[in-house]
Structure formats: C-alpha cells, structure tokens
C-alpha cells in the first residue's frame, strides 16, 4: 500500500479539519489491488463483507483504522495467541527435553545437529552422532546458530518501498510482473543471486524455474567460497572436481597452505578424519605446514614454515621434481629444510592438500604430486555444490549494461561483500525491480524495493548437502517467531508453483516416482528421524593423470602479497548478528568484537609498526585502513586481512565494528602498507601474554614416551572429602580429561559451553577491561622464535580441585565440595568479595561486575537454559562440569533403584561439542570409564600439580612426532 501517506501526515489532515484529503488518500488505498489482496488473505470474513453494496464506506473504514492503528498491512496470522493445552501433545512432557535431527549450514554446506527443545524452544544444539559426516562433532557457527533464532534484529515483516507490507501483497504484485515476463522473451532480464547451492530440492527447483523462464540467468555470490578448489581440478582433470582424503591411508599430511582444520565447512569432519588417523597411527602421523597468514592448520602442524604463494609454488615445483628425479632450485634457508622433511614424508606416503585461499594453479600442482607419489589416500567426486550458476561479476556486467529488468537475491549480500571493483551498489541503481530476501535489512536490503524476511533454518524446511555429498534433512523445531519464509517457499511463490509450502516442497523432492503413498511416508519419516538420507554420500569418479600447469601460482616480484581470509568466528559476515560469535576469542590473536591487519615480526619492525597502529592498506586500486596485529609465524613480505566487519547497520549489533576488507577482494598486483600516525583504542582481546616463560603448562613428549612420575606434596589440610582415602570414598568422582594433541582450538567447546549455561555477553568495553565471563576459555601459547613458532591451545575450564585454595578463601562459604568432589557455587551466598579468584591460581573464575543479563529482549530470554540459574550482579561465576546434567543422571539413577550411572550418559557440552573428541568426562572411580583409562594414559598430568591442589581436570601431552618434530 504504497499510496497511503505516512501516519503523521494523515493525522495532521484530520487536525486540520481537512477531512475531504484525508479521505480521498484513503480512496485510493481501498481501490487498489495490493490493499484488496492483502485483506482476502489476511481477513476472509472483511474481504466478503467487502463485496456488499456498501463496500465503498467499509473499505474506508477498514483502511482508516488500519492507518490510525499504525498496523497497515502487519496483519497476523494467529500465531501471537497462547491457548493451554486441553489434550497434552503427543511426545511433549512438560519441562523434559525432546530432540529434533536437522542440520546447521556453513557456506551452503550441511552438518548434522541435533536440536535439544524444552516446551516447544528450541535451547540447544548437539552434534548428531549417526550422521556420517559430522559424527557428533559441531563447530561455533553451528552451536551459536541457535541464538540466531531469537536475535530481535531480524527482519520481521515483508516490507516494500521501506513500508511493512504482506506476503500477499507480495504475491499479488509478482503474479503478473513474471507472468508478462513468462509471456515475453521466455524471461529475458530476469537474473537470480543465491549464495552456494548444495540442496537437492532447492537446485531442482531451479531448474524448474529456469524451463519456465529459459532466458532467466542464476548468479552466485559466495566471497568465502570454494571456487579455487573446483577451478584447480578443472585445469588439472578438465571438469570440476571435489577432492576428498583417506587419511588412514596416509603416512603424514604435507599442507601447502592446507586449511584441513580451520573454520569453514569442512571443519568437522576433515578434522574428526585427522584425528582418528593420527590416533590409529599412534601418534606418528605428521603434519608439516607452509603457508604466508597461519591458521588452526598451520598451528597444529608438527613442523611449519611461513611461505607466501609464491614460494608455495616454489616448494610444490621443487618437491615435482625431486620426486621425478630432477633437483630443487631452491637449496638454501628454512624453506629448503622444510622442503627435505616434506619430500621425505611424501616419499614415505604422506597426501600433499592445499587450501580454498590458494589459486587453480596450485591446486593442480598438489594433484599432480598426489599422482606423482602414487598417494592412495586422495580420491576425487563429483562437486557437492551446483556450479551451473555464473559469478557475481557476470551480474556486475549485465546491470552496467543495463539488461537486468528484475534481480531477486536470496540469502546474499552483495551490496556488502562484493569485491570492490564490482561497485556493486551502483549497478543495482539500474536494475528496475530489486527483491532481496534476508534474515536481516542488510546494507543490501536499503537498495531494494522489496525486503522479505527469510525463515530461520531451525523454523523451516529444506535440505543440504554435507562436504562428503550426504543429503541432510532440514526440518523446523518451532513454528515461525516472525512472519518469515523460507528460499523454495519464495522460489514458488515467484514461479506460482503448485506446491507452496515448504514440507510439501521436500517431500516432492524425496519421494520416488510411482512410489506408494505409505512406502514414501515410512522412508521420509525414517530419513527425518537421522537427519540424512541414508547412502547418498558421492561415490570417488576415475581421473585421468593430470599435467603440470605452466602458470605461477602465486604473485612474485616487488611488493606485499595480500592474503583476505573469512574471519575465524564471523566467516564472511553472514554470522556478524550473533553476540557470541563476535565476543568469541579469535583463535589466534584472541581478538573480540573486531578485526586486524595482520602483519609478520619482522615486517612490523621494518616499518616501525606497533600493535594496534592504524596502517592504510591498497591494492587494485581500493584502500581500507585498520589496526595492525603482529601475528608470530605470519610469512614476512604477506599482510593479512579478514572478511566479516566493516557493517554500517544503524542500531544494529554488527554496526561499527572493525574495517571492511570486501573492497579488497580480486585486488590484482601487489599490495602497499602505510602508517596513517593513528591508534585504534577499541581493540578488545582476551589474552595479552602469549608464551608460558619456562613453565610446562602445555607439554609435548614424542609418541611412546611418558610422562615422569610427579611427587605429591605434603600437605596442611586433611584428606579432601571426596579423594581416595575421603569420607566418600564409595561416592562418585567426577573428572576431565583433555587431550591436547586433539584440541585444534577451534571453540566450539567455548561456544557450547556459553549456549549451555546462559553465559551472557559482555560487549567491547567491558570485554577490554578484562571482564567477559566465559567459564571455559583456550589458552594460546607460542614457544620458539616469533618468526616461526610451535603454536599450542590449552582448554582451561574449572579444574574442580580436591584441595580447592578458592574454598579456603572464601569468608561466606559460597564456594564449597559435595561429596561427588564438584566445586561448586552457591550464588545466593556470594557477596561478591572476589577473594576465591585472587586464591585460584588457574584463574578460571569470573565475575560479574554489572547486570549483564538484565536488559536481555524478551525474545532472546526463551533461549535460555531453564536447567541453569540466571546470575546477578555481584557474584562470582564458573564452570561446574555442567552439574544440571549430572543431576539429570542422579534423578534417572534414583529411579531405577539407584543402579550405576553408566559410563557415557553424562556429556558436558564442551564436551559433546569438541569435532576431535579431545574432552573425556565420567566417573574416576569407575576403572572401566573411559575418563579412568585417560587418566591412566601415560601422558596424563596435572596443570600446575606442584601447587597440590590435587584437581580433577587433568591433560593428556601434546604429541611431536620424530619424523616432524620442527627445525
């Protein structure tokens, strides 16, 4: 309803007696189609009480009232109206969880979850243990999805011309737009953006859609995708390909810039297929690493080296033709020496990977060195994601040409992250219908002429693919909290498709040509009950023997390389709405809640670089500006930007945050970097010390070894209460186990652990002064030079001790033992004095200085854990081994006659989270527990045991292989 003027101006008519203007507006508004469709939708009863002769004066009425109740076209569909149950719901038990199979998506890609709900909301996301990709195992993108589900930025109603309209209103201004464009040129103009596509149903839609409009043309805009990867087969296989790795059958893993570990949509996985190798082989599976910006790859690799893309090119040519027979150019530094271990592992069967950061020409260089090497642990698929579409740049083109008559963006941003050169926004100021389709109004939505708010994942139907080509089933977990659809429902509504509603959509996809009725719906069930569909994994194709490019893979000559990468916690910025991803330490630089440049040691000290100067980087003619971070084992002459930040959203979260790297992306030539004599003041990061001086926090043994006998202290105190020779000796004993040969500092155990426990988010400020409130942090330790160095991450949760130092600090008693050996708080008894965190040497007790809970939006309260107390202000927090679980436990045990809690049935959320399996937990008195076996393992030791606070989460060493222990 376009042409009705705003309220105000409406009311002024009234004020001003000029009642004739006041009703004419209201004329036009009752006549017109828009207005008419939306009250046959949304108001059967007025749209039939319309048609009576007196339909002018009540149309009137209707449009008045609406416009004086500022709700034009907001209608609402029953969904607001809370009624109590007179029959309870079948499955549903007041207050006890239920879960739901469904999938959690990263750049298109599915991982198997599943949705813990407690009445009807859904709290919690757990890994899905029968899922054959994911194998129980999530990531932080998957753990905080759920909070993305109440965040109140969402876009709520379907909006036109910035005004609230319908998805009636929609429909009816669309049904004759793409019937005439139907009717003429078969849909000449009209060009379709999506990101990635990996669903079956959604890609078959497409097709549909382009056999209705022949001319239509599909675009994708993916700025963190994997286009390298499937163009570096093409030009070593000639067809895309995706390349997949048996890492049982490998003796080591050579990465050449390798991103197996990393945050993306192979993480849980690939790193569950890294770890499983590595511990099959005992320990004796290395992993050696080149590359210019370090990641969780480069961190957990036995021996790296930094390397920028041009002597990764280098290395891989040199490691050809040694294998060939032929010799290295390069014979000289730590590159050679890294090059002698690598050729060695190869030879020995190691698989040579890169990553999606590297071009096509280097990829195709690993392939021929994978065939070179006769490598069984390589194999190769067919791509996972539909490549038909053409790229953002082919769309650039057709709107500076002006053949774009109708764009509709799905789930995409373009406005914000396409590459600089593109200048994406002035191009759609000449497309001449814009519909942009969104969680949120994005800097694109402000471009468009329609915003349709899209569905939540966890509120809606569909299907994606896994990294291995599993079918995953989406499937909603609670009825929309806004007026939302999801992609296939707006796909229909645009191709007025017979089949609307989004189950009806995936089960057309599903559902076996001439199959019967009741087999469909037996299968169909079954598949939504695992979340996937059962052996629809891709089978490994034949390649031929690929040739060895010609062209470099990486820049040479005068100048920085600049390397763009998706941030570590936010990815490319589709994540940048959710608090707990922006509060989550960055892996590496420990950064919140924003971004850095990051450069070399050595590059910073050439250039009188200090950290957090604001330095001014161009390429390709773009420049942006932000603070410097000088990252250990960053290769010298490379600087490093990320992806994510830079958001100009007025009033909403992301806005403000950090510097937008997009500009830079595609940037040709190399790069310049400048001091502007500024400093950044916001900077916010968690961890400012970064080497342990001299103390064996983390430690490292070679595989077989074990770790010496540690003397127990004498001590003042009796007997803890819960230890061996306790009061409770016959109780329970609850305890950890780490492994950090495991942990690859990914943070998903982080990320659970605050979706567990309410755990709130602080903001910058508070998050500066040292004061946020995760109850499980990593810890990040280089040692060695900086320019080079072994990198190590250690979870630091509670370590429960049985002489805990807290508990004699304590003046009220708040923090005391039960007789299972938990330390626990009473909160009620915390008068907030912080003298049991000056006693804890472990420093893994927080408090909470201010209300940092108590201005939460009503929406976002139903996320939380009704298990778990809220906290106030003015008490001490920490971790407590999830104690609601292990209460659940207790209540089923008492049921059952008090019979054992079997080992396994308490999980911590840390624990489930963790894709590598690091986190063991159970009861240490049962000698058959796996927690008791780990504690057994000759690795085992205790952070800190010389102080004898005897505590219950103990480590298992870091293991260094021989054959790639670093130089």
Not at 526 to 553: K, Q
Not at 714 to 731: H, K, Q, V
Request: proline share 8%; hydrophobic share 40%; charged share 20%.
């Amino acid at each position: 309803m376009r042409d009705l003027p705003p309220l105000s101006v409406l009311r002024a008519r009234l004020d001003s007696g000029d009642g004739p203007a006041f009703w004419r507006s209201l004329d036009a508004v009752a006549d017109s189609a828009e207005f008419r469709a939306f009250l046959d939708g949304e108001f059967p009863a007025a749209s039939r009480l319309a048609a009576a002769p007196d339909r002018r004066g009540f149309l009137k009425a209707m449009a008045a009232s609406f416009a004086m109740a500022g709700l034009t076209a907001c209608g609402a569909d029953g969904r607001d109206r809370e009624v109590p149950y007179v029959r309870q719901p079948e499955r549903i038990v007041p207050g006890a969880p239920l879960a739901y199979a469904s999938a959690a998506l990263v750049d298109g890609f599915a991982n198997g979850i599943l949705v813990t709900t407690r009445d009807g909301r859904p709290l919690k996301i757990e890994g899905n243990p029968e899922h054959p990709w994911s194998r129980g195992g999530t990531d932080a993108f998957g753990q905080a999805s759920v909070l993305g589900l109440y965040d109140p930025f969402r876009l709520q109603t379907p909006q036109h011309l910035g005004r609230p309209s319908s998805w009636q209103g929609f429909r009816a201004a669309m049904m004759a737009r793409f019937a005439a464009l139907r009717a003429r040129e078969g849909g000449r103009g009209l060009h379709l953006l999506t990101g990635p596509v990996t669903s079956p149903s959604l890609a078959a839609q497409v097709a549909a859609m382009r056999r209705d409009f022949p001319a239509m043309r599909w675009h994708v805009d993916d700025p963190a995708g994997r286009a390298a990867l499937y163009a570096g087969t093409r030009l070593a296989f000639d067809r895309p390909l995706e390349t997949r790795w048996r890492l049982r059958s490998a003796r080591g893993i050579v990465s050449l810039d390798g991103d197996l570990l990393d945050p993306g949509p192979g993480q849980v996985g690939l790193s569950r297929d890294w770890i499983e190798a590595r511990r099959a082989a005992g320990g004796r599976l290395p992993l050696l690493h080149a590359g210019p910006v370090p990641g969780l790859t480069a961190a957990k690799a036995d021996r790296a080296v930094p390397a920028t893309s041009a002597d990764l090119d280098r290395l891989a040519r040199d490691l050809l033709a040694e294998i060939g027979g032929g010799t290295a150019a390069v014979t000289e530094g730590p590159l050679a020496a890294w090059r002698e271990a690598a050729l060695a592992a190869l030879r020995d069967g190691a698989v040579a990977v890169t990553g999606a950061g590297q071009g096509p020409a280097l990829h195709a260089l690993v392939h021929r060195l994978n065939v070179a090497t006769r490598s069984e642990a390589v194999f190769h698929t067919a791509p996972v994601p539909v490549l038909d579409p053409e790229p953002l740049a082919a769309l650039a083109e057709a709107m500076a040409r002006g053949e774009v008559a109708i764009l509709v963006m799905l789930d995409c941003n373009p406005v914000y992250d396409a590459p600089g050169a593109l200048d994406f926004a002035a191009g759609l100021a000449r497309v001449g219908l814009k519909i942009h389709a969104g969680l949120y109004q994005d800097e694109t939505a402000f471009h468009c002429d329609w915003n349709l708010p899209l569905a939540h994942p966890l509120e809606a139907w569909g299907d994606a693919r896994s990294l291995d080509g599993t079918a995953t089933l989406i499937q909603p977990t609670v009825a929309p909290l806004y007026d939302g659809r999801s992609v296939p429902e707006i796909l229909a509504i645009l191709a007025d498709a017979p089949v609307k509603d989004g189950r009806g959509l995936l089960e057309a996809q599903w559902r076996r040509e001439g199959e019967d009725d009741a087999v469909f719906r037996a299968r169909f069930d079954e598949a939504l009950r695992a979340g996937f569909v059962a052996d629809t994994a891709f089978a490994p194709e034949p390649v031929p023997e690929p040739a060895v490019p010609t062209v470099a893979s990486g820049p040479a000559g005068e100048g920085l390389e600049l390397v763009v990468r998706p941030d570590p916690t936010i990815r490319d910025g589709r994540f940048a709405h959710l608090a707990w991803l922006q509060e989550l330490p960055k892996p590496l630089t420990k950064l919140v809640w924003g971004n850095a440049v990051t450069i070399a040691p050595a590059l910073a000290a050439r250039e009188g670089i200090a950290q957090g100067d604001v330095v001014a980087v161009a390429a390709g003619g773009r420049r942006v500006e932000g603070p410097a971070w000088i990252l250990p084992g960053q290769a010298d002459g490379t600087v490093g930007v990320s992806l994510g930040y830079g958001r100009r959203l007025p009033e909403q979260l992301p806005d403000g945050l950090g510097y937008d790297a997009a500009p830079l992306l595609g940037a040709a030539g190399p790069a310049t970097l400048a001091r502007t004599g500024r400093r950044d003041a916001t900077l916010a990061t968690t961890q400012n010390h970064g080497t342990m001086e001299g103390h064996a926090f983390v430690r490292v043994q070679a595989p077989g070894a074990r770790q010496p006998e540690a003397a127990t202290p004498a001590s003042l105190y009796p007997p803890a209460a819960t230890s061996p020779e306790g009061r409770f000796r016959d109780e329970r004993a609850w305890g950890m186990v780490i492994d950090l040969d495991a942990c690859i500092g990914c943070n998903a155990c982080v990320t659970a652990c605050q979706s567990e426990n309410n755990i709130p988010v602080v903001g910058r400020e508070e998050a500066a002064l040292g004061r946020w409130l995760h109850w499980l942090r990593i810890d990040r330790y280089y040692e060695g030079g900086l320019d080079a160095p072994a990198t190590h991450f250690m979870p630091v949760p509670c370590m429960h001790c049985e002489q805990a130092p807290c508990e004699v600090g304590c003046p009220v008693e708040a923090t005391v033992h039960d007789r299972e050996g938990l330390n626990l708080m009473v909160y009620n008894r915390c008068v907030g004095t912080r003298a049991c965190s000056s006693y804890c040497p472990y420093k893994v007790r927080r408090f909470n200085y201010l209300d940092y809970a108590g201005d939460t939006a009503p929406v976002q309260q139903q996320q939380r854990n009704p298990e778990v107390t809220v906290r106030a202000r003015g008490v001490m927090e920490k971790c407590t081994y999830c104690v609601q679980r292990i209460a659940a436990a207790r209540i089923d045990s008492t049921k059952a006659d008090h019979a054992p809690i079997p080992d396994g049935a308490v999980e911590t959320a840390c624990q489930g989270a963790c894709p590598t399996r690091a986190i063991t937990f159970g009861d240490l008195r049962d000698e058959g527990s796996r927690v008791a076996a780990a504690a057994r393992d000759p690795r085992n030791y205790g952070l800190l045991a010389e102080l004898n606070t005897r505590p219950r989460t103990t480590y298992l060493a870091r293991l260094r292989p021989e054959e790639g222990g670093r130089g």
